[in-house]
């Protein structure tokens, strides 16, 4: 990570955490009070250079998702609660990873983060996506921004994610990882947020 990259970083995510406190804890009570289940989601990950990190999201699925289905969110997704779809469209349940950013452990920008078990699957020519900091967004997350959707129309979605999504979007972020600047950066950013505004407007 060059030093302009985690400049931005420190700075933006510093600055995040302070201002978005009273969001957090509106988005905090409002998951409580959906189901009193607990606040924050974590889960490991797999970060830069292979090494397991937790990363930190409001939890948007029912407190026992992972014992009961696979980590992948498909379609309406019955794992999902009432104010976590709401959380999903707007992106507010990926806030938290703001803490793994200020930690070194993400970038604001980067590929996403996966699971041990996905990664495991990963060519020797894929696994070069481990030599990126993970981020909150990446070009792969904006372009495949429906991917739930999308799953949900194959046979099998596992098998489909596996075999054609996840190599396409390692694909994307391999392309972008060679040219990434610090202003590239904030035009992913900037995109993330227009891709967010567009799928929760009226209509």
């Given amino acids: 990570m060059t030093p302009g990259k ?57 407190a026992d998702a992972e014992r009961t289905g696979r980590p992948l969110t498909v379609g309406d997704d019955p794992r999902v609660t009432r104010v976590g779809r709401w959380l999903r469209a707007w992106k507010l349940d990926e806030l938290p990873q703001l803490l793994n950013v200020v930690r070194g452990e993400m ?32 070009p792969a997350s904006i372009r495949y921004r429906n991917e739930a959707e ?30 990434a600047t610090v202003w590239s950066d904030l035009r992913v950013i900037l995109r993330t947020l227009g891709a967010v505004i567009h799928v929760v407007k009226p209509g």
């Fill in 150 to 179: 999308a799953l949900e129309r194959a046979d099998d979605p596992e098998a489909a994610y596996i075999d054609t999504l996840m190599p396409e979007k390692i694909r994307l972020n391999l392309e972008y990882g060679d040219v």
């Fill in 107 to 138: 970038s604001l920008v980067g590929p996403r983060p996966e699971v041990p078990r996905y990664v495991e699957l990963y060519t020797l020519e894929q696994s070069r996506v481990l030599d990126l900091t993970p981020g909150i967004t990446d």
């Fill in 6 to 62: 985690r400049a931005l970083d420190l700075l933006a995510g510093g600055v995040g955490l302070v201002v978005g406190v009273p969001v957090f804890l509106v988005v905090a009570a409002a998951v409580k009070l959906d189901d009193g289940g607990p606040v924050f989601f974590r889960q490991e990950r797999v970060g830069r250079h292979g090494r397991r990190f937790r990363i930190w999201k409001f939890r948007s699925m029912a």
